[in-house]
């Protein structure tokens, strides 16, 4: 297997819908509207294996300050490849001179974030609005 990364912002609705739902994220449901997305954000990086999309970070960005993870996936059956954290690899290296990398992690995945370098807030909680069950 021979993992090739990009940074692209153009996706078909299939490969994104296939990916999403791989990791069970209700957006998946919604692919039409995840192209529109990954074309609106700052920064897409994105795993390919042959053609197949297998693992993508998303982040958005104030431009010198500040800078939001707000997708990291990879499909389960690549997981345990080191391809998220390369992807959050590429991330930080963008962002190298920011002041702060932000992501929010699902209780169950704080420990593949810690290992990344992040660390829990102590003092903060995210929170939503959303119309989104997963």
Known sequence: MNIEYKAIHDFCCDELERLF???EWSSGHYPDK???AM???DTVYSAWDENKLVGMVCAMDDGIMNAYVHYL????DY???TIGRTLINMIKQKYKDYMR???IAYDDETHFYENCGFVKSKD???MFITSLWT
């Open 21 to 23: 739902l791989s990791v």
């Open 34 to 36: 995840l192209v529109v």
């Open 39 to 41: 074309q609106n954000f």
């Open 73 to 76: 996936l990879v499909d389960p």
């Open 79 to 81: 997981h345990g490849k």
């Open 101 to 103: 990398i932000a992501v």
């Open 124 to 126: 903060a909680s995210p």
